[in-house]
């Protein structure tokens, strides 16, 4: 079966850096998003990864390992703005989104 | 702005009476879906639409229809809702082209409560 696994909830203090865990085993791969979704609303896109290795967007960061199947999103300088679920979703051999169950972020200052 | 819009945000509708959830872009993707999301879960694929062809999900409830009656819109049918399918009702869009495929676009989501 495809099954992507991220923690339940993770929290963090303002200003501090948080590295999100994002295991994922599925037919084929084709690319791994990150999304981040506020309470209520609807998920944003954050950062695409399709080769090995780390993308840095501002304070954002993803990283990818296909050989183990695994990825990461840091948060660097965190501002209680990021107070949010964090998405992991991978792009299967049909082109289809597996989606994580998300990580809830709590930020306390 | 190219956007996704979804309409209505809120929907209230009482056990087994039909709805409709509408869903439009101005991105011209080519490639539009309907999830669905309930508190703390993932989004779940119900179907999407590859230009005019339809994919359904084998594990979508027969009580979900779609329809997508040009690029720019796309419909979310609830037969006979059940107080099982409330929860956010979300649409997206992407573009795929020659292999390449970019995120997904989201709209804002309607959340549907059943009475």
């Known amino acids: 079966g495809q099954n992507i696994d991220q923690p339940t909830e993770m929290t963090a203090t303002e200003g501090a850096i948080v590295q999100i865990n994002c295991t994922y085993q599925t037919s084929g791969f084709n690319g791994l998003f990150w999304y981040q979704q506020h309470a209520g609303e609807a998920p944003t896109f954050l950062s695409y990864n399709v080769l090995d290795g780390l993308e840095e967007k501002g304070r954002f960061s993803s990283f990818l390992s296909r050989s183990k199947g695994y990825s990461y999103l840091l948060l660097k300088e965190l501002q209680m703005k990021d107070s949010a679920s964090y998405l992991c979703a991978v792009l299967d051999s049909n082109y289809q989104l597996i989606w994580g169950a998300g990580t809830k972020l709590i930020i306390k200052p | 702005d190219a956007m996704v819009i979804q309409n209505p945000r809120y929907q209230v509708t009482q056990f087994g009476k039909p709805v409709t959830l509408s869903c439009s872009q101005t991105?011209?993707?080519?490639?539009m879906y309907w999830y669905q999301q309930k508190s703390s879960q993932a989004p779940k694929l119900l179907f999407h639409y590859y230009d005019k062809d339809f994919n359904n999900e084998a594990d979508t409830p027969d009580n979900f229809q779609s329809r997508r009656p040009n690029t720019s819109f796309c419909f979310l049918d609830i037969r006979s809702p059940g107080l099982g399918d409330a929860a956010m009702y979300l649409c997206?869009?992407?573009?795929?082209?020659?292999?390449?495929?970019?995120?997904?676009?989201f709209g804002p989501g309607t959340r549907l409560t059943v009475l």
């Open positions: 997206a869009t992407s573009n795929v082209e020659g292999g390449d495929h970019n995120e997904q676009f």
């Open positions: 991105l011209n993707h080519n490639v």
